[in-house]
């Protein structure tokens, strides 16, 4: 089977400019988490999707959002960039059986995206 | 709140001897624990992960981790290092359906 990917692998925008990041997870996995790794707040969760519904969220503003598709496609929005938005974009994909809990998130290679 | 702590930020070993990286949890309920590495420049390959029943976990590249409820440990052990072991090591714990991660350990392995 294929991995998850991710498009694209590597990003430059400048300070208040809107990014959309994809994600494609491992074929039948219909749960899709996106994470933000940086030096200084290590990985953090951003959002989980499920069935095209946000099932779990974390700690982050607004601007960040996302959506699953029916396919269970995923793409991650921040608009409005900041300096402080430069990390590395992973999406995970599991199964999601049940509620999920116990299910291995398998992840993609990342976005690195850089704030200028 | 599930957390997890990962108390040294620098593993060194040196090739073919016994590696552990440390990982200490904090949960409310059942713990469910993973082991993640990272190479550089390149996205989480999970390892393991300890769910429920035996307290020894075997996972991928010969790495196995233990359990401890009485301690409330999650370390990671291989028995016989090897340079290409080399990477970033992340300890994490679900909360729901998300991940919370450890800060991560550089593992450093040495010919």
């Known amino acids: 089977k294929a991995g998850v990917t991710q498009t694209p692998r590597y990003l430059i925008k400048t300070r208040g400019q809107q990014v959309t990041l994809s994600c494609s997870p491992i074929s039948g996995h219909r749960s899709v988490s996106w994470y933000q790794q940086t030096p200084g707040q290590g990985l953090q969760f951003l959002f989980e999707y499920f069935s095209e519904t946000q099932r779990n969220k974390g700690n982050f503003p607004g601007r960040f959002s996302g959506r699953q598709f029916s396919n269970s496609r995923s793409e991650m929005n921040v608009s409005t960039l900041e300096l402080g938005d430069s990390a590395l974009y992973l999406c995970?994909?599991?199964?999601?059986?049940?509620?999920?809990?116990?299910?291995?998130?398998?992840f993609g290679p990342g976005t690195r995206l850089t704030v200028l | 709140a599930q957390s997890v702590a990962q108390p040294e930020d620098q593993v060194n070993v040196a090739e073919g001897n016994p590696l552990t990286v440390k990982c200490t949890y904090s949960?409310?309920?059942?713990?469910?624990l993973f082991w993640y590495v990272q190479y550089p420049n390149r996205g989480l390959q999970f390892l393991l992960k300890y769910i429920t029943g035996d307290n020894l976990v075997k996972g991928s590249y010969g790495f196995e981790a233990e359990f401890n409820k009485s301690q409330t440990s999650f370390h990671l052990k291989k028995p016989s290092a090897l340079v290409s072991d080399s990477a970033l090591y992340f300890c994490?714990?679900?909360?729901?359906?998300?991940?919370?991660f450890g800060k991560g350990t550089t593992l450093s392995v040495s010919s």
């Open positions: 994490a714990v679900k909360a729901g359906t998300a991940l919370i």
């Open positions: 995970a994909s599991s199964l999601a059986g049940g509620a999920g809990i116990t299910d291995t998130q398998y």
């Open positions: 949960v409310s309920g059942n713990p469910y």
